[in-house]
């Protein structure tokens, strides 16, 4: 079985620093990674997919499949960037019945 | 995002007693999904469904019941709440074409 380890459950930095939010996953196939955000007062939404290896508002995320990792990164971080964060991992892309693994959610607090 | 609508978004019940979560997509999405989200666990998918008349335990369905007559409706059913069936719900759905995954705003249920 598939299992998403987020180790932070909560990272605080100052505005204009680096942060990383780390992931790593554990499973055997060609699994799809996402990260997941969930804005105070707002629905959970995607922010990014691996596949795509696009950045969306600032923030990059790359497979490392030796590590099994997919760690979400933005240089320079912004106040709005705080909120609740969710890996997420889809086993065999499209076979698995879309279903998704979550890990327990990092949650950033990004202060002035 | 109006797409998909959760109601109520606000349930208090008592123990013993039959709750319904309502979902409801307007996309005419194949797959539909509910999780739970608890402060340590993250969010867990509780029962999802591939088409109509077609659903299937995710990792926690103990004391839910799903159903699924309609492809836009997926009402979940805790039939004799307990206390540790306090949690926010959340319905998601997918299409096939993409496979991210579109919440609704969630249910914040507590069980006295």
């Known amino acids: 079985a598939q299992r998403v380890t987020q180790p932070e459950k909560l990272l605080s930095v100052f505005k204009g620093a680096p942060v990383e939010l780390k992931c790593n996953y554990s499973?055997?196939?060609?699994?799809?990674l996402f990260w997941y955000v969930q804005y105070s007062r707002q629905r959970l939404q995607l922010l990014l997919r691996?596949?795509s290896r696009e950045s969306i508002k600032g923030f990059t995320a790359d497979l490392n499949k030796g590590e099994t990792s997919f760690h979400l990164k933005k240089p320079f971080a912004q106040e709005e960037d705080s909120a609740m964060y969710y890996c997420?991992?889809?086993?065999?892309?499209?076979?698995?019945?879309?279903?998704?693994?979550f890990g327990k959610g990092t949650l950033l607090t990004v202060n002035p | 995002d109006a797409g998909i609508t959760q109601s109520p978004r606000y349930k208090i019940t008592e123990t013993g007693r039959q709750v319904t979560l309502m979902c409801h997509q307007t996309?005419?999405?194949?797959?539909m999904f509910w999780y739970r989200q608890d402060l340590g666990h993250g969010l867990r998918l509780i029962y999802y469904s591939a088409a109509a008349d077609i659903t299937d335990k995710g990792e926690v369905p103990d004391g839910y019941v799903v159903s699924r007559s309609k492809t836009e409706n997926f009402p979940l059913t805790l039939e004799s709440a307990t206390r540790s069936q306090t949690s926010v719900y959340f319905c998601?759905?997918?299409?096939?074409?993409?496979?991210?995954?579109?919440f609704g705003p969630g249910t914040r249920l507590t069980v006295l």
């Open positions: 997420a991992l889809e086993a065999d892309s499209g076979g698995s019945n879309y279903k998704l693994t």
């Open positions: 996309w005419s999405h194949s797959y």
């Open positions: 691996h596949i």
């Open positions: 499973y055997s196939g060609s699994p799809e």
């Open positions: 998601a759905t997918t299409g096939t074409a993409s496979n991210e995954q579109f």
